[in-house]
């Protein structure tokens, strides 16, 4: 399973259910990654999308307790139902999408986390764990720094080295 979210230099995500920043480089990488794949989020994040409406060309799952079923992704009540859905899908394919609980709740499930990092601070409220200060995570790849709607970013990818070690062992 990953994770793939866009931070500024505090680690920041969000503010009032929104993103801090509106980047083209970004949202075409999230594209690119995210499209017929799988991409799990918390209610609040699908309140947030353009019309309240999932993401088309992916399967969209949402952790929604006591939310309505909806024809146009699933909705799972709980945590555990979440999981046994997910048993349905190749976890390479699953990709954790948001917001701020969600993303804390399911970090440590995550072999791969995909940050776009912006050099600003975008007056974030709501914050993503800093992964550079997590001994279990190892930044692995990092792209040249290139300019995105006049904010320089870079695109990097961790490696959650317990999860690596656990799936070894499970392997053997």
């Known amino acids: 399973m990953k994770t793939i979210v866009a931070v500024d230099k505090n680690w920041g995500i969000g503010k009032n259910n929104d993103l801090l920043f509106h980047l083209k480089e970004d949202m075409s990488f999230f594209k690119k990654m995210t499209l017929g794949k799988v991409i799990v989020m918390g209610s609040n994040t ?33 945590l555990d139902e979440l999981i046994e859905e997910l048993k349905k899908y190749d976890s390479d394919d699953i990709f954790i999408v948001g917001g701020a609980m969600f ?3 399911m970090l440590p499930y995550c072999d791969t986390a995909y940050i776009t990092k912006v050099d600003a601070d975008g007056g974030a409220t709501h914050f993503f764990e800093n992964l550079d200060q997590k001994e279990e995570w190892e930044l692995v790849e990092e792209s040249d720094e290139i300019l995105d709607n006049g904010y320089k970013i870079r695109f990097t990818t961790y490696k959650n080295n317990w999860v690596k070690q656990y799936k070894q062992t499970e392997d053997s």
Do not use: A, H, W
Request: glycine share 8%; hydrophobic share 35%; charged share 25%.
């Open 103 to 105: 993303y804390k709740t």
């Open 46 to 78: 699908l309140m947030s999308l353009p019309g309240c409406k999932p993401l088309k060309n992916r399967i969209n799952i949402v952790l929604f307790p006591g939310g309505e079923k909806r024809q146009d992704c699933i909705v799972v009540d709980s």
